[in-house]
Every structure is written in C-alpha cells, then in structure tokens.
C-alpha cells in the first residue's frame, strides 16, 4: 500500500511528546529522529540511550523499525522508550514516508 508523508505527520504527533524532527531538532525525552531510516540504532551524539537501545545492534531499515514501532519493548527488552506501539500497518508505512522526509543533520 502507499506511504503517505502527509498522513504520517499525524501519526508522529503522539511521538513528538518526546522526539523533535527536522531542521534544528535537538534531542529531549528521545533522542532526535532525523536521519533514522538507514542508521545504527544508539548512534544520536549527545543523547544517553539505555544500555539496551545502545547496544541492540539494530539498524534502522524500514523492516527493523517496523518490528520496533510495533512493540517497541519486544523488539528491544530494556529500552526506556514509554511507547505502547503503533499496530496499524497503513499507519506504520505513513509514518515511515514522514520519516524519511528528514536526512541527518
Ligand atoms: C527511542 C521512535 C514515541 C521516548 C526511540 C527510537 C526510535 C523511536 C526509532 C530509537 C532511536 C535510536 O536508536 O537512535 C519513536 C516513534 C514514536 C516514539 C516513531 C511514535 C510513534 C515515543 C514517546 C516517548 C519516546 C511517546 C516518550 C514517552 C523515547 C526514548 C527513547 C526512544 C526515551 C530512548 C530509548 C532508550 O535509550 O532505551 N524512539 N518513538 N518515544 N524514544 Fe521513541
């Protein structure tokens, strides 16, 4: 099914309680999410993971985030991230298109 940047926007409303994106975005709650899609898990600078999100090994390539989006604390036992997951599959591929919209820094 299609991915929808723009619908994607809404869906990462509930992630921005906690995630900055896009130009200047800076670290807070989470660590800031540009850039994720093609990155090492643990790797924003200046932001302190838990020691079970640093060292997961992940990359963050669409199907490993998917995983991850759904129930976040499955896919990495130990993470701090307070996120019930994200179940809905056109939604998860939406905010996958937002997502990818903002390069790293
Ligand atoms: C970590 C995405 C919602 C707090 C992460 C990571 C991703 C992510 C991909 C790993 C980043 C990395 O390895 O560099 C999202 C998305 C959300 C969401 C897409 C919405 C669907 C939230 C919310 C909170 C939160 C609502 C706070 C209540 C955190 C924290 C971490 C984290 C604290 C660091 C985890 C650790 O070091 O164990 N998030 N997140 N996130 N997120 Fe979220």
Not at 18 to 39: D, S, T, Y
Not at 40 to 64: C, Q
């Amino acid at each position: 099914s299609a991915q929808d940047a723009a619908a994607g926007e809404k869906v990462f409303v509930v992630c921005k309680a906690c995630h900055q994106i896009g130009e200047g975005a800076k670290n807070g709650v989470g660590p800031a999410l540009n850039g994720l899609i093609g990155r090492n898990a643990g790797s924003v600078p200046g932001y302190s993971y838990s020691a079970a999100n640093k060292g997961s090994g992940l990359t963050w390539d669409e199907a490993t985030f998917r995983e991850y989006i759904k129930d976040p604390k499955a896919k990495i036992p130990g993470t701090k991230m307070i996120y019930p997951g994200l179940k809905d599959e056109q939604r998860t591929s939406d905010l996958i298109a937002f997502l990818k919209q903002f390069d790293a820094d």
